[in-house]
């Protein structure tokens, strides 16, 4: 576990591919709780350690994941990440093709099916679809691969996963939404790059910013 930051309010990680942000049914030792284990450890603290989790990542995916470290910080946090204005996100993702635009907003009706833990696109009106928006800007291409930054408007689950696959350009390594073929690693190249904030006591802007994991930098280098 890599720490970007950390202060009495708020700390914030480097996720893995495979980490899980919080607990599920695969009864797997989450992020949340690596974290309070170092926080606990660090200073040394005497019983149960609180640690609010504000957002996810999906399992294959890699980045910054940030977390409360006081209830204060927790209720101010989730005010601002349903907001989606107050919190700007930016990922980084190598996709297969190139997006017929350098750059472009992206807006779609998205349904999630439990059961396959999957969404898809439908049409506006489709019950409990819901409004997904993202933009999406091309910072280098190669002959099979593309670099693109996105920004979420929205927050939908597998969102950047499931628009980018719907324009023809999933991403690496997702075989989900029709990459044709996966990572060594079984990760998939959709990297959370950086999260900006007001924070949520002292009232300064933060940005946190986390490094590439090496394989996908590796091939970031290659299609510079």
């Known amino acids: 576990m890599t720490v970007l930051y950390e202060d009495n309010h708020i700390i ?73 204005e107050a919190i700007r996100k930016t990922y980084w993702t190598i996709v297969e093709g190139l997006p017929k635009l350098p750059e472009a907003r992206i807006e779609n009706y998205l349904l999630r099916n439990e059961k396959l833990n999957k969404s898809f696109v439908v049409k506006p009106g489709t019950k409990d679809a819901k409004q997904a928006i993202l933009e999406y800007k091309v910072l280098s291409r190669g002959e099979r691969y593309s670099l693109l930054e996105v920004h979420l408007l929205t927050g939908r689950h597998h969102q950047i996963r499931c628009q980018l696959a719907a324009i023809g350009c999933p991403v690496k390594g997702d075989l989900k939404y029709g990459a044709k073929r996966s990572n060594p690693d079984g990760g998939i190249c959709l990297h959370a790059r950086s999260i900006e904030f007001i924070h949520p006591v002292k009232r300064e802007t933060i940005t946190i910013t986390a490094p590439l994991p090496e394989a996908m930098n590796t091939l970031v280098e290659k299609i510079k």
Request: no cysteine; glycine share 8%; aromatic share 6%.
């Open 12 to 84: 914030a990680v480097n996720k893995a591919v495979g980490e899980i942000v919080q607990g599920d049914k695969t009864g797997d030792t989450p992020l949340s709780e690596t974290v309070k284990a170092y926080i606990k450890a660090k200073y040394n603290k005497p019983g149960e350690v609180f640690l609010g989790v504000t957002h996810r990542l999906d399992r294959p995916t890699t980045g910054v994941v940030l977390f409360a470290r006081t209830s204060k910080a927790l209720a101010r946090l989730n005010e601002m990440f349903k907001s989606h």
